[in-house]
């Protein structure tokens, strides 16, 4: 599967932003995807924000819980990551990712074998 992330850009502080991930499959439908987003600031490592299984259960890291949130649309094979009441400290590039064997959301890196190519998100007045 090929990830392309988007929707990226400067805004400030108590803004709002919406990622999306579109996916292109080959032999295997997104709905059997378990998807992820990830974030990277600048000199730290990379970490889990948010993960939507199979049938929508969802799973987020405490630092981002009540403001972000992560619909997919398995007809538009889109994944989406819905940001509110941003802070200067989610400055990050974030990254969708794609696990083909787990079944619900999960925050373990090294399920996800699929990686788009990150796109940058900066909270700043």
């Known amino acids: 599967v090929q990830l392309q992330a988007s929707g990226g850009g400067l805004v400030q502080p108590g803004g709002s932003l919406r990622l999306s991930c579109a996916a292109s499959?080959?032999?295997?439908?997104?709905?059997?995807?378990?998807m992820g987003w990830f974030r990277q600031a600048p000199g730290k490592e990379r970490e889990f924000v948010a993960s939507?299984?199979?049938?929508?259960?969802?799973y987020y890291a405490d630092s981002v819980k009540g403001r972000f949130t992560i619909p997919r649309d398995n007809a538009k094979n889109t994944v989406y990551l819905q940001m509110n009441t941003l802070k200067p400290e989610d400055t990050a590039v974030y990254y969708c990712?794609?696990?083909?064997?787990?079944?619900?959301?999960?925050?373990?890196?090294?399920?996800?074998?699929?990686w788009g190519q990150g796109t940058q998100v900066t909270v700043s007045s």
């Open positions: 939507i299984g199979l049938h929508g259960g969802t």
């Open positions: 499959t080959s032999g295997r439908t997104f709905s059997s995807y378990t």
């Open positions: 990712a794609a696990a083909g064997l787990a079944y619900g959301p999960s925050p373990r890196e090294y399920e996800y074998g699929y």
